[in-house]
């Protein structure tokens, strides 16, 4: 009995979430509805296609909102202050809220999952960019704009790292190598860009002391790891070639941004063959 008990309550609590994720989705979409019509989105069909949700849900949204239907004809509110075009805390913290709603109980089930933590992540990211548009001022110390930037750097290299991981764990290595071979072919390619092929590394050690590690590419493009101390163990996996060839691009950067112009040549238009295939994607019509 006592197990039953508990199994009982367990799907109670579980109920009682889902009503309050419910909730919350329905009162944040009622924020991004009102704040689509706002911007001059009047077509009421469209915005129903585009939420996934019938037209009377749609109005009960505006209408909560204190949004007058009829006048469809009225300018956009707020125009005349915020641009169209000027990011606010207004239209992404409500993004952040319901990106939040839907990555909390896929973490709660599964925190390690890479494509959850991207979603996660994600979800701060867009958090921490409203607080960066509006800082709090009743939060006490640490929420200045550039106190909070560092955080939001943060965050994008953890969806960055979370789907590498992804990536890694879908694909063989000769795939990952072949990726990110293109990668800095193409770099190299397009005559306006340097691309690190190998670095060494002198890497301070928490004993004392250093040593030197060559990070380099096998004629595969498989990321390679060598050095003359017997500390250095292991082998590479998919996720340590994809960060390393990831810090190797942001090394190629820099050095790019410092290079005189006599090292670039006339940037080629073609792109180099053997690419990946294009993607497009197709938005449906009104009338589909």
């Known amino acids: 009995m006592p197990d039953r008990e508990h199994e009982r309550i367990a ?33 009421v069909a469209e915005l129903a296609r585009l939420a996934r949700v019938s037209r009377d849900t749609i109005y009960a949204d505006l209408k909560a909102r204190s949004i007058d239907t009829s006048a469809r004809a009225q300018d956009p509110i707020g125009t005349t202050e915020i641009p169209r075009d000027q990011l606010t805390a207004e239209s992404v913290r409500p993004l952040a809220h319901l990106v939040d709603a839907v990555a909390r109980p896929a973490f709660s089930r599964d925190p390690n999952d890479p494509l959850t933590r991207v979603t996660t992540s994600a979800g701060r990211t867009l958090g921490l ?8 001022t009743d939060q006490g110390p640490g929420w200045t704009r550039e106190e909070l930037l560092p955080g939001l750097a943060g965050e994008g290299a953890a969806i960055t790292h979370h789907a590498q991981r992804e990536l890694a764990a879908s694909q063989q290595p000769d795939q990952l190598a072949a990726h990110t071979d293109y990668i800095h072919r193409a770099m190299l390619h397009r005559g306006r860009h340097a691309s690190a092929e190998r670095v060494d590394v002198v890497v301070a050690l928490p004993i004392g002391g250093s040593l030197t590690v060559r ?3 096998d004629e595969r493009g498989w990321t390679t790891i060598s050095g003359d101390s017997p500390l250095l163990a292991g082998e590479i996996d998919g996720l340590d070639h994809l960060e390393v060839q990831h810090a190797l691009a942001v090394l190629s950067r820099v050095i790019t941004r410092n290079l005189d112009e006599g090292a670039f040549i006339e940037k080629r238009k073609e792109p180099l063959p053997g690419g990946p295939v294009v993607r497009h994607r197709l938005t449906p019509s009104n009338e589909d």
């Open 11 to 43: 799907a109670l609590s579980a109920l009682i979430g889902w009503a309050d994720r419910r909730e919350r989705l329905a009162e944040e979409r009622a924020d991004l509805v009102a704040a689509a019509w706002r911007s001059g989105s009047r077509n």
């Open 129 to 136: 960019v409203a607080d960066v548009l509006d800082p709090p």
């Open 215 to 217: 990070l380099d590419r």
